[in-house]
């Protein structure tokens, strides 16, 4: 099956700064989904991204689907964008694979 | 209430009970699953369906059965509930990407079997 993998697998920034997570798979996909799960455990869908660029506020996100990976953007970040942010893919299927997901720390 | 709801939130239960997590979603969306989230394993399918009395076997379906009789309710039932088990589930419901928007996940239920 796909192999999703996540980097880092964990960052620590201070408020206000920029970041970059990476998703690699391992197969063609037809879905790719990043979420945030928040320290009170609940995951909350970022963007719907099988392929190309969209943006929602202070996040963005790009797949480039020919080279099978994927990148999330965080642009001054706050404290409230810690948490868990995984990289979910599918290759033909509703059935998402997990990757094991970035733990961001946002320090005051 | 409008969206996709998981009960109980909390449960404990003993080895070899039979437990029923329940998940219900107001959308009339197509497709629901079931995932577990375990420290180091991270999110793993158990269970997924594709419409009313159709469900089939994710990465981890061992002892666990669902069922799906009406779109809205995904109940997942551990037969004999185990300690490798506790854990936290959650459901999700998604339209198949009709509407390119994606999963929408319950707030999961913690569940420990002793």
């Known amino acids: 099956g796909i192999q999703v993998e996540q980097s880092p697998p964990d960052l620590i920034l201070q408020e206000g700064a920029n970041s970059t997570l990476r998703c690699n798979f391992s197969?063609?996909?037809?879905?790719l989904q990043w979420f945030h799960q928040n320290p009170w455990g609940q995951l909350i869908n970022l963007f719907y991204?099988?392929?190309g660029t969209k943006q929602n506020g202070r996040l963005s996100a790009t797949t480039v689907a020919t080279e099978r990976y994927s990148l999330l953007y965080i642009s001054s970040s706050q404290t409230t964008d810690s948490g868990v942010y995984f990289c979910?893919?599918?290759?033909?299927?509703?059935?998402?694979?997990f990757g094991k997901g970035t733990k961001l720390t946002v320090n005051p | 209430d409008a969206g996709i709801t998981q009960s109980p939130r909390y449960k404990i239960t003993e080895t070899g009970r039979q437990v029923t997590l329940m998940c219900h979603q107001t959308?009339?969306?197509?497709?629901m699953f079931w995932y577990r989230q375990d420290l180091g394993h991270g999110l793993r399918l158990i269970y997924y369906?594709?419409?009313?009395?159709?469900?089939d076997k994710g990465e981890v379906p061992d002892g666990y059965v669902v069922s799906r009789s009406k779109t809205e309710n995904f109940p997942l039932t551990l037969e004999s509930a185990t300690r490798s088990q506790t854990s936290v589930y959650f459901c999700?419901?998604?339209?198949?990407?009709?509407?390119?928007?994606?999963?929408?996940f319950g707030s999961g239920t913690r569940l420990t079997v002793v």
């Open positions: 999700a419901s998604s339209d198949g990407g009709s509407t390119n928007y994606g999963y929408t």
């Open positions: 197969d063609s996909v037809n879905n």
């Open positions: 991204i099988p392929s």
């Open positions: 979910a893919v599918s290759g033909g299927s509703e059935k998402l694979v």
């Open positions: 959308w009339s969306h197509s497709y």
């Open positions: 369906s594709a419409a009313a009395d159709i469900t």
